[in-house]
């Protein structure tokens, strides 16, 4: 079959990227000429897409919102001033609210639960998923469906976010790429982690905080090291090409004129760090209740929406800033038109827009809850700086400062991104000089949070992710015992010994005893009786050899395996049966099990426990094989 010249042309270039990304596959080397080659070339491609792609969202936006407000309520809210005009105008037909909120709701969970149902809800989590458990892999349909699902609901008033559907968005064609490229599983995860990074950046134009959200975002305690690169160069391009066609003003407006230039007020920064932080997991617990009340409820998915909308514009008729993004409200109250809005509305507007949220996102609808959770922190400072302005003193005299302070506070504590959401948010107000009441405030609301997450997906760290559980699982220290690393005995008078240890000690203790004894050599015994030696030497030489060993059994994995864990269940068929018996699929590997919080190596003869987290690498299309066998 003779191919165009366009079919030859995509599988050069393919190809020459395959070349390209075989090596270290994303741990290491950073530098070099053929790392930036590759990811420069590729985090073009992929902010290009994002860029593109938030474009397209956001005048989708912005059209739903004319056809379902404008044209049916009569009301368009608030835009934010690098949007539009942050003024409150009268809604003509505030009746018809309800009835717009729940067919937006309708529309928006007939065309996801139709077509790609892993478009509903936040997409952010959606992603973070994918990249932890699927291989960072997602239906190609998701990001149009994702698309316009999500226009529809914030279009019609619904509650939600644009970060989440433009990180998903974006993510998704990164994803599309990696498949069509065949890149490793590594650059897979990097490549869609980068798309997500860009998608944020762009339709927020906060690239830099985009990129580091990339990174922190995925875990709880921990960074994804190996994004930030492709996802800085990725997400300035989307910056970029979302900046050409929408402009370059920040979203909220550049404030040159806010600084910190009073120490005192530090002790209301504190304050308003310790109602951020329990704002942030009321706003989590409120999410996750209406989601699991609502996945309770039989009745089918896609009406679920429409029912949550039309709560939401309820709500929405007597608190019009609980509807839509309420970006344009955050911005009103940075300035004197917060004194304009009713106190009660002020104090009410954070706690009913973490209830319209639930309801519009928790049932099911499309859409993001990074953005309603800015608002809700913004919101609280709002309220502080309200009740408190004319009470305590050395209080701002402007409420901007504990507006701002306040979206950094809320947010980055419960999605525990906070560097990301302290750039983010200084970028999206044109200002840094909040930096340092920033730091303590957000610092007081992540320790109030503790482990608390808005996003279900996270993991604590690196060492519980599939992707890095592997490498992570190398024979350490503690992992192997004396016994492993111990040589024959070179004196038949073992009293000479002055240390002893059993043969069953983890090798980390033994040679701290034996370093703490300033003695080089110890004598390792069984049952009472002599075994061995152990020395320095023979320990590091042990030692070098199981990393060794595990090295070489990654470096031999195919380009199409995955990771598959699961836990052995208490009455699994394979419990306490050696590894050596258990029919795995083949070209699978067991590379990783974790019992009781410890690594063991796995060999033939390891016997499988209760308990065990075992982590195998396997062909993609024996995954589901796989993990039956292994929790049967």
Same mark, same amino acid.
């Given at each position: 079959?003779?191919r165009?010249p366009v079919s030859t042309?995509l599988?050069?270039?393919?190809d020459?990227?395959?070349?390209?990304?075989?090596g270290?596959?994303g741990?290491a080397g950073f530098?070099g000429?053929?790392?930036?080659?590759?990811w420069?070339?590729l985090?073009?491609?992929?902010?290009?897409i994002?860029g593109?792609?938030?474009?397209?969202?956001s005048?989708?936006?912005?059209?739903?919102?004319?056809?379902?407000?404008?044209?049916?309520?009569g009301?368009?809210?608030?835009?934010?001033?690098?949007?539009?005009s942050?003024?409150e105008?009268?809604?003509e037909?505030?009746? =018809?609210l309800p009835?717009i909120?729940?067919?937006?709701?309708?529309l928006?969970?007939i065309?996801?639960?139709?077509?790609?149902?892993e478009a509903?809800?936040h997409?952010?989590?959606?992603a973070?998923?994918?990249?932890?458990f699927?291989?960072?892999?997602?239906n190609?349909?998701?990001?149009p469906i994702?698309?316009?699902?999500?226009?529809?609901t914030?279009?019609?008033?619904?509650?939600g976010g644009?970060?989440?559907?433009?990180a998903?968005i974006?993510a998704?064609f990164a994803s599309?790429?990696?498949t069509?490229?065949r890149?490793?599983p590594?650059?897979?995860?990097?490549?869609v982690?980068a798309g997500?990074?860009?998608?944020?950046?762009?339709?927020?134009?906060?690239?830099?905080?985009?990129?580091?959200?990339a990174a922190?975002i995925?875990?709880?305690?921990d960074?994804?090291?190996?994004?930030?690169?492709?996802?800085?160069?990725?997400s300035?391009?989307?910056?970029s090409?979302?900046?050409?066609i929408?402009g370059?003003?920040? /979203?909220f407006?550049?404030?040159p004129?806010?600084?910190?230039?009073?120490?005192?007020?530090?002790?209301?920064?504190?304050?308003?760090?310790?109602?951020a932080g /329990?704002?942030g997991?009321?706003?989590?617990k409120?999410?996750?209740?209406?989601?699991r009340?609502f996945?309770?409820w039989h009745i089918?998915?896609?009406?679920?929406?429409?029912?949550?909308?039309?709560?939401?514009?309820?709500i929405?008729?007597?608190?019009? #800033?609980?509807?839509a993004?309420?970006?344009g409200?955050?911005?009103?109250?940075?300035?004197p038109?917060?004194?304009t809005i009713?106190l009660?509305t002020v104090?009410m507007?954070?706690?009913?827009k973490m209830?319209?949220?639930s309801?519009?996102?928790?049932s099911?609808?499309?859409?993001?809850i990074?953005?309603?959770?800015?608002?809700?922190?913004g919101?609280?400072?709002?309220?502080?700086?309200?009740?408190g302005?004319n009470?305590?003193?050395?209080?701002?005299a402007?409420p901007?400062?504990?507006?701002?302070?306040g979206?950094m506070a809320?947010?980055g504590s419960?999605?525990h991104a906070p560097?990301?959401?302290m750039?983010?948010v200084a970028e999206?107000t #044109?200002?840094?000089?909040?930096l340092?009441p920033?730091?303590?405030c957000?610092a007081?609301?992540?320790a109030v949070?503790?482990n608390?997450?808005?996003?279900a997906s996270?993991?604590p760290?690196?060492?519980?992710?599939?992707a890095?559980r592997?490498r992570m699982s190398?024979?350490?220290l503690?992992?192997?015992?004396?016994a492993?690393?111990?040589q024959?005995?070179?004196s038949d008078?073992?009293?000479?010994?002055a240390i002893?240890v059993?043969?069953?000690?983890? =090798?980390d203790e033994a040679?701290?005893?034996?370093t703490e004894?300033?003695r080089?050599?110890a004598l390792?015994t069984?049952?009472?009786?002599a075994?061995?030696?152990l020395?320095?030497?023979?320990a590091?030489?042990t030692?070098?050899h199981?990393?060794?060993?595990?090295?070489?059994?990654i470096?031999?994995?195919p380009?199409?395996?995955v =990771?598959v864990?699961t836990?052995?269940?208490e009455?699994?068929s394979?419990?306490h049966?050696?590894?050596r018996?258990i029919k795995?699929?083949?070209?699978t590997?067991v590379?990783?099990?974790l019992?009781q919080?410890?690594?063991?190596?796995?060999?033939a003869d390891?016997e499988?426990r209760?308990g065990d987290v075992?982590?195998a690498?396997?062909?993609?299309?024996r995954?589901?094989?796989v993990r039956r066998?292994?929790?049967s």
């Amino acid at each position: 079959m003779t191919r165009s010249p366009v079919s030859t042309s995509l599988i050069a270039f393919r190809d020459r990227f395959r070349s390209l990304t075989r090596g270290q596959d994303g741990e290491a080397g950073f530098e070099g000429a053929p790392y930036l080659l590759k990811w420069l070339c590729l985090s073009v491609i992929i902010g290009t897409i994002a860029g593109l792609g938030a474009v397209l969202f956001s005048m989708a936006i912005h059209f739903a919102t004319e056809v379902f407000l404008g044209k049916g309520v009569g009301y368009i809210p608030p835009l934010p001033l690098g949007e539009g005009s942050p003024v409150e105008t009268v809604m003509e037909r505030p009746w =018809l609210l309800p009835l717009i909120t729940m067919l937006g709701g309708l529309l928006s969970g007939i065309i996801v639960f139709r077509w790609a149902p892993e478009a509903e809800g936040h997409g952010t989590d959606a992603a973070i998923e994918s990249i932890h458990f699927r291989n960072a892999t997602s239906n190609p349909k998701v990001p149009p469906i994702k698309l316009l699902a999500s226009a529809v609901t914030i279009g019609s008033g619904g509650s939600g976010g644009r970060e989440g559907p433009a990180a998903q968005i974006s993510a998704g064609f990164a994803s599309i790429l990696a498949t069509t490229l065949r890149l490793s599983p590594a650059d897979r995860r990097i490549a869609v982690s980068a798309g997500m990074g860009a998608g944020i950046g762009a339709i927020f134009r906060a690239p830099l905080g985009g990129a580091l959200m990339a990174a922190e975002i995925l875990y709880i305690h921990d960074i994804e090291v190996a994004v930030l690169m492709p996802a800085l160069m990725s997400s300035i391009v989307a910056y970029s090409v979302f900046g050409v066609i929408e402009g370059w003003e920040p /979203i909220f407006g550049s404030q040159p004129d806010i600084a910190f230039r009073d120490p005192v007020t530090l002790v209301w920064y504190i304050g308003l760090g310790l109602l951020a932080g /329990i704002g942030g997991i009321l706003y989590c617990k409120t999410f996750y209740g209406t989601q699991r009340l609502f996945h309770r409820w039989h009745i089918p998915p896609y009406v679920k929406p429409a029912v949550g909308g039309l709560l939401v514009g309820i709500i929405g008729v007597g608190i019009h #800033g609980t509807i839509a993004t309420g970006y344009g409200w955050v911005q009103m109250s940075m300035g004197p038109e917060l004194m304009t809005i009713p106190l009660w509305t002020v104090i009410m507007l954070p706690f009913a827009k973490m209830i319209t949220t639930s309801l519009s996102i928790g049932s099911g609808g499309s859409g993001g809850i990074f953005g309603p959770g800015m608002v809700i922190g913004g919101m609280l400072g709002a309220t502080v700086w309200r009740l408190g302005h004319n009470i305590l003193p050395h209080m701002p005299a402007s409420p901007a400062p504990f507006v701002i302070v306040g979206m950094m506070a809320l947010f980055g504590s419960v999605a525990h991104a906070p560097f990301a959401m302290m750039l983010m948010v200084a970028e999206m107000t #044109g200002n840094l000089s909040l930096l340092a009441p920033a730091m303590i405030c957000v610092a007081v609301a992540t320790a109030v949070v503790g482990n608390t997450t808005i996003y279900a997906s996270q993991l604590p760290d690196r060492s519980h992710a599939p992707a890095h559980r592997m490498r992570m699982s190398f024979p350490l220290l503690h992992a192997l015992t004396a016994a492993d690393a111990m040589q024959p005995l070179t004196s038949d008078r073992a009293v000479e010994y002055a240390i002893r240890v059993d043969d069953s000690t983890p =090798l980390d203790e033994a040679l701290t005893e034996m370093t703490e004894t300033d003695r080089d050599i110890a004598l390792v015994t069984r049952g009472g009786e002599a075994v061995g030696e152990l020395t320095h030497k023979s320990a590091m030489l042990t030692y070098q050899h199981h990393v060794s060993a595990g090295t070489r059994r990654i470096n031999a994995m195919p380009t199409n395996a995955v =990771l598959v864990e699961t836990i052995v269940k208490e009455q699994a068929s394979i419990s306490h049966m050696p590894l050596r018996d258990i029919k795995l699929p083949p070209g699978t590997l067991v590379v990783a099990i974790l019992r009781q919080q410890q690594s063991v190596t796995p060999t033939a003869d390891t016997e499988l426990r209760p308990g065990d987290v075992v982590t195998a690498v396997s062909p993609i299309g024996r995954m589901d094989e796989v993990r039956r066998r292994l929790s049967s």
